[in-house]
């Protein structure tokens, strides 16, 4: 949860994320020696940063190379907090903002900067990443390693960008930012379905995106995006911790601040001429949802139609699938069918191993009727889910359909 905010924080000093990464490391060696023996601190995150940082001024006082970085070292480390104000409106003074534009320098490639901010960003382990992007783990290793190599020999400064720097780097950035947020909301692997702190993080630097490029209007629509999604967070597991479908969940725990502050980053993202940008589109498809007080009012017309635009800005096999989801609700589960069989065979492998594409088929079966067809569909699925609970809700459904026919 604080590994992010620790690697930022040293990378500030040490200027390097490979070394920063290395001592966020030893400062949580470090606590596990020490808090067994001692005591748990109050604040945990402050003290991994506190050991962190020390350790970073240190390496700093033994390289020569480094007196000038030294100097500022030791200036912070005499401040009881750090919270500095921006120093422009061009400006903002933020360690994981830094850090996020940092891995997303042109310097790397598009899936390098992907793996890279997803490891010291989203704090996901390299065989998540690994499964993420369907390579080997040894592969991925290789990869985030040759990566913070590369900007270490290129010298890339960490800071925010500015001017043609920062507007080139901005769409990295932004599916950062995203990626991110989606780890934390609906979580690849592990025993949880969401990560809260990873989402919270994700909807922070969004809003400081938007503070530090408001005329961005892709900006605003990833933070509308963000926000109307993070609003449905509270419903979407029940006490155990288990998913709780759109169809079932309880909407008055939808958190209605969040929605209005999403339709307001709409609303710019549309008034600066982004209405059809990727991130707009999606969030304008959050926001019916949203919109509706009840499952049965949702106008799955519209939001058929809005995938339909974003399959054209922004195409995909995953956008595919949804669309087929939204054009079942408007027209029928036969209509979705044909579209998810169509689309299975046009994707290829692509979708081999995406187990919401047999999810979904199951879905569709279940509602024609087919029982048969759907319970294997659902099995199928839980055999290719890496999170447990969603695996669980699978199997759940797949038990739901009562016992093989045989017909």
């Not at 490891?119 to 390299?126: A, I, P, S, W």
């Not at 449905?232 to 008055?252: F, N, Y």
Request: hydrophobic residues 50%.
């Amino acid at each position: 949860m604080e590994s992010a905010r620790v690697v930022a924080t040293v990378a500030r000093i040490v200027r390097d994320v490979g070394i920063a990464e290395e001592i966020a490391q030893d400062a949580l060696v470090a606590a596990l020696e020490q808090w067994p023996r001692d005591g748990v601190p109050e604040r945990p995150g402050a003290w991994l940063t506190a050991t962190a940082r020390h350790r970073a001024v240190d390496l700093v006082r033994r390289r020569e190379t480094y007196a000038r970085k030294l100097a500022e070292a030791g200036r912070e480390l005499t401040e009881a907090s750090y919270d500095p104000e921006p120093s422009g409106p061009g400006d903002i003074d933020d360690d994981v903002l830094r850090l996020v534009f940092t891995v997303c320098h042109p310097v790397l490639s598009a899936a390098a900067r992907t793996a890279l901010s997803l490891r010291l960003v989203g704090g996901l382990r390299t065989d998540e990443i690994a499964r993420a992007f369907l390579v080997p783990e040894a592969t991925m290793a290789q990869r985030i390693v040759r990566a913070k190599r590369t900007l270490a020999r290129a010298g890339v400064a960490f800071e925010v960008p500015y001017g043609a720097d920062r507007a080139a780097r901005l769409g990295s950035v932004l599916e950062v930012v995203y990626l991110v947020f989606n780890e934390g909301y609906a979580a690849t692997a592990g025993d949880d379905l969401l990560r809260p702190a990873l989402c919270e993080d994700a909807l922070r630097l969004a809003r400081q995106l938007a503070v530090l490029m408001p005329e961005e209007s892709e900006v605003h629509g990833l933070a509308a995006l963000l926000e109307v999604q993070a609003s449905r967070t509270a419903a979407r597991t029940g006490p155990g911790g288990e998913p709780v479908l759109l169809a079932d969940q309880d909407r008055s725990r939808w958190n209605r601040l969040l929605i209005r502050r999403g339709l307001a980053a709409l609303e710019r993202a549309v008034a600066l001429g982004g209405a059809d940008g990727a991130y707009a589109l999606q969030a304008a498809i959050a926001v019916c949802h949203a919109r509706a007080a009840a499952y049965e009012e949702t106008d799955w017309a519209t939001i058929a139609a809005l995938y339909g635009r974003l399959a054209a800005v922004a195409p995909s096999p995953v956008v595919e699938l949804n669309r087929a989801v939204a054009v079942s609700m408007a027209e029928g589960p036969a209509a979705g069918l044909a579209l998810v069989d169509a689309l299975a065979g046009a994707a290829g492998p692509a979708l081999d191993r995406y187990h919401l594409l047999p999810g979904v088929r199951g879905d569709l079966l279940a509602r024609l009727g087919r029982a048969d067809e759907a319970r294997a569909a659902f099995e199928r699925a839980a055999a290719l889910a890496r999170n447990e609970r969603e695996r669980d809700l699978l199997r759940r459904r797949a038990r739901e359909l009562g016992p093989e026919t045989g017909e």
